[in-house]
């Protein structure tokens, strides 16, 4: 078994991140010099709305991009090694032991011919060479686990027999089956009821502390990442924003976006008064503007955003904001 | 807000079932709505809330008489829409439109956004009869959602999901409908987006004092639209009352649940007490006997199984449940 490291570094650390994408309009950068650090026991989510590239570094990270993008620049260290360093065998061999992903979709996730048994057993099969009871019988532990009720009797069950909520669970238990140090988990509950999104979040949080994970929670929803992550980076056209402590963040982002991100939440305003929304939309990746992504959006834009693409730099000790006026107040809230 | 002197809408006792393949035990007959109590006043935004498949859907198709009821009255205004034929029926239906949940299966990417907004007066000929006419409302529509004229004669593909779901709302105000239906109308929109859309549809109702039945998943987004709030679970409503008093002061078990389990956006760092549900919504094919929360539910008890537990008659916050949740101590 693995055993999680208890030193201080980082179990995984992107650094530098860009990835590609050939389109109709030539290629274009989804992921921009994408840069985090996750310890072990911790999470940190990417939190970003649909198209800011934070599903495409979760598949460049675990190797599954699409084959239109590729990864042009930077590093993703596991333990202090450079798994974009390494051939497709090498990374095979991670995958699983050490670095596993979650998927959003779990009806298109599992396999609708095979039963959840077979699935569940094909991680002991592979990499730990177990025959075929074996690893059935580790596959009915794992569903006892993650809280699939009479596991044994539903071995030989398919996908579509299952809830949603249970299927969730399944590839959770395939995700963690191997004691990943690890694990990614791109919109885990966006699909699903909230009772059931909370039940979700809960076993997810029960692993992560049970087996010492590092977790990489990929959403767009900022209130799960209000209560499920210790860490956060903003992520806005490709990149990285802002970055520190969740508590730290929400209770006084630094970020524009953030900041319009976080008043945009219907939660707190009253009936009948108007919520704070970010004028526009984000710009199509093939047309990012010269200097800051956020220029057209952002109400504290001036000459120097339309020229000088500004750096995440240090704001406070831990924290990190994309922005010219990141230590400026805002100019109306 | 003004107390709405009227209802639209008043519905009383609707029940539907669907017949569908049998199931491994037999069961054919799944009964998607039961004994549903329901009313919209003008100008009034209803919030419809529970999780999937707890019948909000299937009533906002009868709302909209897509489906027929099996029992059950509906009054719009005081007449039964279902009674209604011929051009009589016709004019009815322009008066409660729809906005879809999903704004890129929603609107036909072979027709421009003008031709989309028009559309519905393809039916209804004589609400804009003029061609020239036509033109000039479609441009008004557009400016009242916040397009621009330009936006005329592109074609849904090119514009964001808010845009898009902007066309949509301007096609479902092109009749002049008093009462639209929304269907999870910004789920699938980004939140920056959402706040937009959210803002459109308030100013729309606060011009046009239109009524909104308003379904999502998302409370957040029901606290902040809704006047009244109604909660529905396995095909009842358990719990109806204002915004406010559903929200701070659940008294259905169900809905205590419900928005203990929505995460919030609260960064104190102390965590809430959380009520977790065990298990998931039954089917509702084989709904439990008795309140059909019961199987869920940390209040059970014997005759929860037994009997039905009824709405108090007359109160405005009614709660269908034998062991209500004491209204919450303030502080």
């Keep these: 078994m693995s055993s999680p490291s208890s030193s201080n570094a980082p179990a995984l650390e992107v650094d530098g991140l860009s990835v590609e994408l050939r389109t109709r309009h030539g290629e274009v950068r989804a992921v921009d010099g994408v840069g985090f650090a996750v310890r072990s026991g911790e999470t940190l989510a990417l ?10 570094t979760a598949q460049a990270i675990v190797g599954l991009l699409d084959p239109v993008a590729s990864v042009t620049g930077g590093s993703v260290r596991l333990a202090g090694t450079d798994v974009l360093a390494l051939d497709r065998a090498g990374r ?59 596991p044994k009797a539903r071995l030989s069950a398919y996908p579509h027999q299952f809830s949603g909520g249970m299927r969730q669970r399944l590839l959770i238990a395939m995700a963690v089956a191997l004691d990943p140090d690890v694990l990614l988990a791109d919109e885990p509950t966006t699909a699903l009821d909230v009772t059931v999104q909370a039940q979700i979040m809960e076993l997810l949080r029960e692993l992560r502390t049970e087996r010492d994970m590092a977790v990489v929670l990929i959403t767009h929803d900022l209130a799960v990442v209000a209560e499920h992550a210790d860490h956060v980076a903003v992520m806005y056209a490709g990149r990285v924003v802002e970055t520190g402590p969740v508590q730290d ?27 704070r929304s970010i004028k526009g939309g984000p710009p199509e990746l093939h047309a990012i503007p010269a200097g800051c992504a956020f220029q057209a959006r952002c109400p504290m834009v001036a000459d120097v955003c339309r020229t000088d693409h500004p750096g995440l730099a240090e704001t406070a000790p831990g924290r990190a904001a994309a922005c010219h006026f990141a230590t400026k107040e805002p100019a109306h809230v | 807000m003004s107390e709405p002197t009227t209802n639209v809408i008043e519905a009383r006792g609707l029940a539907k079932t669907f017949h569908v393949p049998k199931n491994k035990d037999g069961k054919d007959r799944l009964r998607a709505l039961d004994g549903i109590d329901l009313t919209l006043g003008r100008g009034e935004t209803l919030g419809l809330v529970g999780e999937s498949g707890c019948g909000k859907s299937t009533l906002a198709r009868l709302l909209l008489m897509l489906e027929r009821p099996d029992e059950g009255t509906l009054r719009f205004d005081g007449v ?9 029926l016709l004019a009815w239906r322009r008066r409660v439109q729809m906005v879809f949940q999903d704004p890129f299966a929603s609107l036909n990417p072979r027709m421009t956004a003008a031709d989309i907004i ?42 964001s999901g808010g845009q898009r779901q902007r066309i949509g709302i301007a096609r479902a105000l092109a009749l002049d409908p008093e009462v639209i239906v929304c269907d999870e109308p910004v789920s ?34 029901v606290r902040h639209v809704a ?33 203990s389990a929505a995460p919030e956006l609260d960064v104190s760092g102390a965590r809430r007490e959380r009520i977790l549900l065990e298990g998931e919504v039954p089917s509702p094919l084989d709904p439990p006997s008795g309140c059909r929360f019961r199987t869920r539910c940390w209040k059970a008890e014997d005759t929860c199984a037994t009997t039905v537990p009824e709405s108090q008659a007359g109160a405005a916050h009614q709660a269908a449940c034998h062991f209500p949740l004491e209204p919450a101590v303030s502080g």
């Design chain 1, 47 to 56: 939190l970003g709305e649909s198209g800011c590239g934070k599903s495409m």
């Design chain 1, 92 to 150: 095979r061999k991670l995958a699983g032991p050490k670095l596993s992903i979650v998927f959003q979709d779990a009806l298109t996730a599992l396999n609708p011919v095979q039963t959840v048994g077979a699935q569940l057993a094909e991680p002991f099969r592979i990499h730990r060479k177990m025959s075929r009871k074996d690893a059935l019988a580790k596959a009915a532990e794992l569903m006892e686990r993650v809280g699939i009720p009479d």
């Design chain 1, 249 to 275: 963040v929400f209770a006084d982002p630094r970020h524009p976006y953030t900041r319009g991100l976080l008043a945009s939440v219907p939660a707190k305003v009253g009936r009948g008064e108007e919520l």
């Design chain 2, 80 to 88: 039964d829409p279902f009674t209604l034929k011929g051009k009589e």
């Design chain 2, 118 to 159: 028009a559309e519905p007066w393809r039916t209804h000929r004589d609400v804009v009869p003029s061609r020239q006419d036509r033109r000039k409302r479609v441009l008004e529509l557009l400016d009242l959602v916040g397009l621009r004229a330009g936006d005329a004669g592109r074609y849904p593909q090119e514009f």
């Design chain 2, 188 to 221: 699938a929109l980004d939140l920056s987006v959402q706040a937009q859309v959210l803002n459109l549809l308030d100013e729309l109702q606060r011009e046009l004092k239109v009524s909104y039945v308003f379904i999502s998943h998302d409370l957040s987004v």
């Design chain 2, 227 to 259: 006047d009244r709030v109604a909660v529905m679970y396995l095909g009842r409503i358990v719990e109806t009352g204002t915004a406010e008093e559903v929200f701070e002061a659940p008294r259905h078990p169900y809905t205590a649940a419900l928005l």
